[in-house]
């Protein structure tokens, strides 16, 4: 491992309001001051209510200037939940890694700063062999609190820098508060641990990168009230002359599942690679690739 | 069998129990309290399950939850409660849900005079509900026909998926009477129609059979339907088809039809009468005893007792009265199936209709107080 | 994609709910937790009274029962006491369950009959053109209060927990995961489960009080920056143009449960099996 006095690094923890991306930021920002480096810390969370889009850069190293990461620069992603490691990717590095939640965080809220909608996923980016990803609610959960999640991501993240648990320990005590310290190391211990131990199944990046997604869109039941297309995060769904709803860019989407699971006419299926477009025959499909 | 002293309402708490009632739902009231108190204490010594709900409503509403789960069900009350419990009726009768509704009458209107009898509620069994709806209510004369007749109405109930009122007066409920129960065999007893056809999509509810009786499953048996107080095709589903909604209330009408026949009138020395009594009820055993009387004074009188006043038949009531010249209706209202009989009749008897309010039953002087005024008034007979 | 949807009726699709109505995003939500708790619907009921909530019933392929106004809790009662071995689940509405019907739910959580009641909250009675609601907000307008409601609106999962019942959650249709766990919970409850279901009439209530259309509606249940605990969250505060706030700050998540003996294992109901009395 590397002189950790000497170490520099890109890294974004990204996710959505609420999940604490903010605060770990700050912590891995801590445990580096520890160690004497040098280090910038961006954080874009203008207009994001809970559910919206959140994320912050680290760069640190023995002497640090610009703040922002630019592309092929980024070392790690850590993400706590898919889109968003998704919007990340255009930076990463060859060599870089992703950490990331498996748990699918449906953001309703997180629209508002989406809308525009100027996100693209590179597609061959998604087939990076580097991603990490585990459940880390889970693991949340079971260290007694699912708020924890972020900070067990921090652990799995912990075990690939050369900074002392001791450091990390400090800088988690230092930025949470007093009473949810305990829960908050344990989420971090369980994540390391997770990390060192090798995953009880390995999961192919292909399984974990929602890209193969079909919508589906039974026409006859759409009345057409727009609640999908102010709803999905990429804004791939419009109205119609006819007032129905119909998918553009359909290879944006992330198949996140709102627009399903905020359909009141259940018109919408957002089939995420398990079942063939043939299993869907008479519903209007769109396929992304 | 061992003779026994009983009253009314226990001769119906029993025959319930003897015809297979597991379900009871009830409110308390004047003067029917005894029937549920009765099941009370029967129904959980007998695998069955016995409720008091907060109000009428909900006791009816149970009582077809109930039903549709398997359950032989019923509940008993009083006119305010009867008319509480219409809504329910009327969804019973659209829905095809069998239940026996047990009506023990009271003066009303309102809270009238708890809880002197009367026989108030006959066209609030016909038309109480909202809409149109066929109707069948049972009306028994005595505390073994109480007992008897609640059997009756749970076979006629099963049998034509309908409610079934089942119509008594407070004297009634409140009689001891000596009687012998004779708990029906169980061929006697007519259970409902099952369906005929297998489970799946296009299984059809509300497809009628022979007697055009839809054959609903119980729920939790595998089929999946839908009931609904909704106008609905044979599937169960909604419509507002006119034709539909037309073939539907006319299929429920005509199942109805036959219970005049399974359940005959009593015809008392009415073959050779000229003046017929038309009584039911309490009303019917005073009757008796002046037809009887009319007779030792050389009077050709008779006694028609109908033991179902819905639905009516028309071809029934008018064959049987055909021969009298004078029919007096006399009950305990102000002549709520006088009128029937007036539709009814042949042209060539007069109807007299014979009503008394105020909560005391009639007495067999004021019916033979009637014909002697009657005769002297000129009366073509008597 | 919604497992659930293999439940639904297709010939009685699409629903009669209007665009953008909160109701269907329950009646998804609820599918979908039925598809994956229950491998067959042979022994689920869902009885419901009258109203646009209650219609929704009749698009699941199980035994269901489209019962008269207010009294589906009647019905349940009736059916669950003589079908123990069923799972019964109660749809009702704010007017149906707690205006017309409300005597007949504070009796079923007083009796802790096993029951599941969903009450789909939209403040108003829709099936009968926006009239107010023993659920409307004060001053706000419905077309029976064209000065602005003068009275105050129940809270139903308080008034529910007073009466008695065993499990009681407030979930809101802009929430799906949410309400998806709250509605998996009380089914699991075993005693009379309540969930309040905050969800939006578009076509009137929305209208009247000039809140927009179903998105607006929509995301007007978002506006919070609290977290949605198991115990307690803020519900978001909306200003119409005169200045009220239309949307009460209430509770989210599971807000009471305790443990009781159901009537069916008092009266030792045979075939009663979920836990065993």
Same mark, same amino acid.
């Given at each position: ?68 990461? $630019? ?31 498996? $748990? ?144 553009? $860019? ?22 995420? $690679? ?16 | ?382 | ?277």
């Amino acid at each position: 491992m590397n002189d950790p006095a000497q170490m520099s690094a890109n890294l974004v923890v990204a996710g959505v309001g609420g999940q604490g991306v903010v605060l770990a930021g700050n912590i891995i920002s801590e445990v580096t001051l520890a160690y004497g480096l040098d280090v910038k810390k961006a954080e874009v969370h203008g207009m994001s209510q809970r559910g919206g889009s959140v994320s912050a850069q680290v760069r640190f190293g023995p002497e640090v200037h610009g703040v922002l990461v $630019e592309k092929g620069r980024l070392d790690w992603i850590v993400a706590f939940e898919w889109a968003e490691a998704l919007r990340w990717l255009p930076l990463l590095g060859s060599h870089g890694s992703v950490f990331a939640s498996t $748990e699918q965080v449906i953001p309703p809220v997180s629209l508002r700063d989406r809308v525009e909608g100027k996100v693209r996923y590179p597609l061959e980016f998604t087939q990076h062999p580097r991603i990490r990803a585990f459940d880390a609610s889970g693991l949340a959960r079971q260290a007694g609190n699912v708020k924890t999640a972020g900070v067990a991501l921090l652990g799995a993240l912990s075990s690939a820098l050369p900074f002392s648990v001791e450091a990390w320990h400090q800088a988690i005590k230092e930025w949470v508060p007093a009473k949810a310290v305990e829960v908050n190391l344990r989420a971090f211990d369980l994540g390391r641990q997770w990390q060192s131990a090798p995953p009880p199944r390995p999961v192919p990046v292909s399984e974990l990168v929602p890209r193969q997604v079909w919508l589906s869109l039974e026409e006859s039941w759409c009345k057409g009230c727009g609640i999908c297309v102010n709803v999905c995060p990429e804004r791939i769904w419009r109205l119609n002359e006819r007032n129905v709803v119909e998918v553009q $860019e359909v290879e944006r989407c992330t198949g996140c599942g709102l627009c399903e699971k905020l359909c009141p006419d259940l018109a919408i299926d957002v089939v995420v $690679e398990s079942a063939s477009a043939a299993a869907w025959g008479g519903a209007k499909l769109w396929q992304p690739n | 069998m061992a003779a026994e002293l009983i009253s009314g309402n226990e001769a119906c708490a029993r025959g319930a129990i003897a015809a297979g009632l597991t379900f009871f739902a009830g409110y308390p009231i004047s003067p029917s309290s005894e029937i549920a108190e009765a099941l009370a204490r029967l129904l959980p010594a007998n695998q069955g399950v016995f409720i008091q709900m907060e109000d009428e409503m909900s006791s009816l509403g149970a009582v077809l939850g109930a039903s549709l789960g398997g359950a032989k069900a019923m509940t008993a009350t009083s006119g305010p409660g009867f008319t509480l419990m219409q809504e329910h009726l009327g969804y019973a009768g659209l829905a095809e849900i069998p239940c026996v509704v047990v009506d023990v009458m009271r003066v009303g209107p309102s809270t009238g005079v708890p809880t002197a009898p009367s026989q108030g509620d006959v066209m609030q069994a016909r038309w109480g509900s909202h809409g149109d709806r066929a109707t069948v209510a049972l009306v028994p004369a005595s505390v073994p026909e109480i007992y008897q007749m609640t059997i009756t109405a749970f076979n006629i109930a099963e049998r034509l998926r309908t409610p079934v009122v089942l119509l008594y007066d407070e004297v009634l409920a409140h009689m001891r009477e000596r009687v012998e129960l004779q708990p029906p065999a169980e061929s006697a007893l007519w259970e409902r129609p099952r369906a005929s056809a297998e489970p799946g999509p296009r299984f059809q509810p509300y497809a009628a059979n022979r007697e055009l009786t839809a054959q609903l499953p119980n729920f939790g048996e595998g089929y999946h339907f839908h009931v609904t107080g909704l106008m609905h095709d044979e599937r169960g589903y909604p419509t507002t088809d006119p034709e539909t909604v037309r073939r539907l209330m006319a299929r429920l009408d005509g199942k109805v039809e036959p219970v005049p026949g399974w359940v005959p009138p009593e015809r008392y020395r009415l073959d050779d009468a000229d003046w017929v009594f038309v009584a039911y009820g309490i009303t019917a055993r005073v009757a008796r005893e002046a037809v009887d009387r009319l007779r030792e004074s050389g009077v050709a009188a008779g006694l028609y007792r109908p033991r179902v006043l819905w639905p009516v038949a028309p071809g029934q009531l008018s064959e049987q009265l055909g021969r009298a010249r004078t029919v007096v209706v006399a009950e305990m209202n102000q002549g709520q199936w006088a009128d029937v009989v007036a539709r009814y009749r042949p042209a060539t008897v007069r109807v007299l209709s014979q009503g008394k309010l105020g909560g005391e039953p009639f007495t067999t002087e004021e019916l033979l107080g009637l014909a002697q005024e009657l005769t002297a008034k000129g009366a073509t007979v008597l | 994609m919604n497992p659930g949807k293999a439940l639904l009726r297709p010939d009685m699709m699409p629903h009669i709910l209007c665009p953008g109505c909160g109701h269907g995003i329950v009646l998804n939500v609820l599918i979908r937790v039925l598809a994956r708790r229950y491998a067959s619907l042979d022994k689920v009921a869902l009885v419901a009274g009258i109203g646009c909530s209650s219609r929704i019933v009749g698009y699941i392929d199980a035994n269901t029962l489209h019962t008269t106004h207010g009294r589906a809790l009647s019905f349940a009662t009736g059916l669950k006491l003589a079908r123990p071995d069923m799972t019964v689940i109660v749809v009702t509405g704010d007017g149906d369950g707690l205006g017309i019907g409300g005597n007949h739910l504070i009796h079923a959580a007083r009796r802790n009959v096993d029951l599941t009641c969903i009450l789909f909250n939209n403040e108003t009675y829709g099936m009968t053109g926006g009239q107010l609601a023993p659920t409307t907000v004060t001053q706000a307008y419905t077309t029976t209060s064209p000065y602005g409601n003068r009275e105050r609106a129940f809270d139903a999962a308080l008034l529910a927990t007073a009466a008695g019942a065993t499990f009681v959650a407030r979930g809101q249709a802009f929430r799906p995961d949410l309400l998806d766990d709250l509605l998996d919970q009380a089914l699991d409850h075993r005693g009379f489960s309540f969930v309040d279901v905050m969800t939006d009439c578009t076509e009137y209530f929305g209208r009247k009080n000039a809140l927009g259309g179903g998105s607006d509606l929509l995301f007007s249940q978002s506006r919070s920056d609290v977290e949605v605990t198991r115990d307690l969250n803020e519900w978001p505060q909306l200003q119409d143009p005169h200045g009220f706030a239309i949307r009460e700050t209430l509770a989210m998540g599971v807000l009471h449960e305790s443990d009781r003996p159901t009537l069916e294992a008092v009266m030792g109901l045979s075939g009663y099996r979920r836990g065993e009395g």
